[in-house]
């Protein structure tokens, strides 16, 4: 278990980066980062399956296609809305709109179970929506009022983002602990398959086919990150959180998205050079804290049922 919440953590830290590197490309643009990551992910299953150990043998259709389907809709589709949303709203609303995933996928197991008093849960929701208004609301404050249709879009983006990840979550932690659970490697590269065949499509979209000129240093950036995201941040990270899905129960699993929060907040700070304000710090804590009161409302309530 300590293996799987330390694979689950160092996950979230790569996944952290997209809150940040798809401004770090400029004058590159999304797209163009997503099919250089995604490709580069697809690149290396491939050239690892070389070897034996990584070729998706014994698989069965169903799983082998779901593992396709999360690698291009689940991948592809959650960073572009996530990059977009950054875009559009700036380094605070994503994550925390992302970091509400933990909570939503325990409400989701409560409706199914019924497993803990929604009286209990009360509290960490209000405080977890108290947060993220906080933030909306000082966003929309001092932004003009010409530009605040951008926030809206950020908002939506990083919404559509969430039921993205959420349906990945669920799908992956389904598959990884049922009982004819495929190999985490083979699983790993079938899905940076599917990734690379679900960025093919937006090639048409990217600036190859704009007049934009780039210099040597945003071409090496570019080059040097797309590496990074797909090498680290697409391929380790899925392998890790392979790893996390199959050592963890899903409720617990989800909970360490709340690591992707702070990484993601951390990361948007550091990369605008700045301090958070005050309604971003605020509101920050807030959510943070009615995730772990939910988190703690779910842990003892397991507790009890183990004892």
């Known amino acids: 278990m300590l293996f799987g919440i330390l694979s689950g953590i160092a996950t979230c830290a790569l996944w952290g980066l997209t809150f940040v590197v798809p401004r770090a490309i ?38 082998m296609i779901t593992a396709l389907l999360l690698g291009g809709i689940g991948y592809v589709g959650y960073f572009v809305s996530v990059a977009y949303a950054v875009r559009f709203a700036g ?56 530009d605040r249709a951008m926030i809206v879009y950020g908002i939506a983006s990083a919404a559509i983002g969430l039921v993205l990840w959420v349906v990945y979550g669920l799908a992956s932690t389904a598959t990884m602990q049922s009982p004819d ?55 380790l990270a899925t392998l890790l959180w392979m790893i996390a899905s199959k050592r963890l129960p899903l409720a617990l699993a989800a909970q360490l998205i709340v690591a992707e929060t702070v990484f993601g907040l951390i990361f948007g700070f550091v990369f605008e050079q700045r301090l958070p304000t005050l309604a971003e ?24 049922q183990h004892a």
Do not use: C, E
């Not at 710090?281 to 009890?304: K, N, P």
């Open 181 to 235: 659970a495929p190999d985490i490697l083979q699983w790993t590269g079938l899905q940076g398959i599917g990734a690379g065949l679900g960025s093919l499509v937006l090639i048409p979209l990217t600036s190859l086919n704009t007049p934009i000129v780039y210099t040597d240093i945003d071409l090496m950036r570019f080059v040097l990150w797309s590496l990074i995201m797909g090498l680290a941040g697409a391929w």
């Open 281 to 304: 710090a605020g509101g920050s804590l807030l959510q943070l804290a009615g995730v772990g009161m939910a988190i703690a409302v779910f842990s003892h309530v397991r507790q009890q």
């Open 91 to 146: 380094a605070a609303i994503p994550p925390l709109v992302i970091g509400t995933m933990p909570v939503i996928l325990a409400m989701i197991a409560n409706f199914r179970d019924r497993s803990v008093s929604w009286r209990l849960l009360a509290l960490p929701l209000m405080l977890i929506a108290a947060g993220i208004a906080w933030v909306n609301v000082s966003v929309f404050a001092s932004t003009p009022t010409g």
């Open 26 to 63: 400029a004058p590159f643009t999304t797209l163009d980062l997503t099919v250089a990551r995604y490709g580069l992910f697809a690149l290396t299953s491939v050239a690892l399956m070389v070897h034996p150990r990584f070729r998706p043998r014994g698989i069965k259709p169903r799983p």
